[in-house]
Nanobody
Framework: QVQLVESGGGLAQAGGSLRLSCAAS????????MGWFRQAPGREREFLAA????????YYADSVKGRFTISRDNAKNTVYLQMNNLKPEDAAVYYC?????????????????WGQGTQVTVSS
């Protein structure tokens, strides 16, 4: 069982950057494909990016491709989301999620481990 804790959210100006981190407990972190999602008030949870257990494969939603970068450091049991050129519409609660011994997925329901979320606010 892995537990996930996000950090790094906060207030950024439009055009600015933030880097989110998601620290995982447990000794099998490299066996988990990881994803980042976000949810704004009144909206469904939205897929952003995913990365394979080894870090060798990544996938991005069109809405963030070219602006956001997902990466992981398995030695530190941490996955990151580097967010550049932030826009006001990027404001949301950001969640990391993990799925064990499966490839990455765009579907929130296929992830069985979730962090508590971290708030990102973008001022225009």
């Amino acid at each position: 069982q892995v537990q996930l804790v996000e950090s790094g959210g906060g207030l950024a100006q439009a055009g600015g950057s933030l880097r989110l981190s998601c620290a995982a407990s447990g000794r099998t972190f490299s066996s988990y494909a990881m994803g980042w999602f976000r949810q704004a008030p009144g909206r469904e949870r939205e897929f952003l990016a995913a990365i394979s257990g080894s870090g060798g494969s990544t996938y991005y939603a069109d809405s963030v491709k070219g602006r956001f970068t997902i990466s992981r450091d398995n030695a530190k049991n941490t996955v990151y989301l580097q967010m550049n050129n932030l826009k006001p519409e990027d404001a949301a609660v950001y969640y990391c999620a993990g799925r064990l011994r499966l490839g990455w997925s765009m579907t929130a329901g296929t992830y069985n481990h979730w962090g508590q979320g971290t708030q990102v606010t973008v001022s225009s």
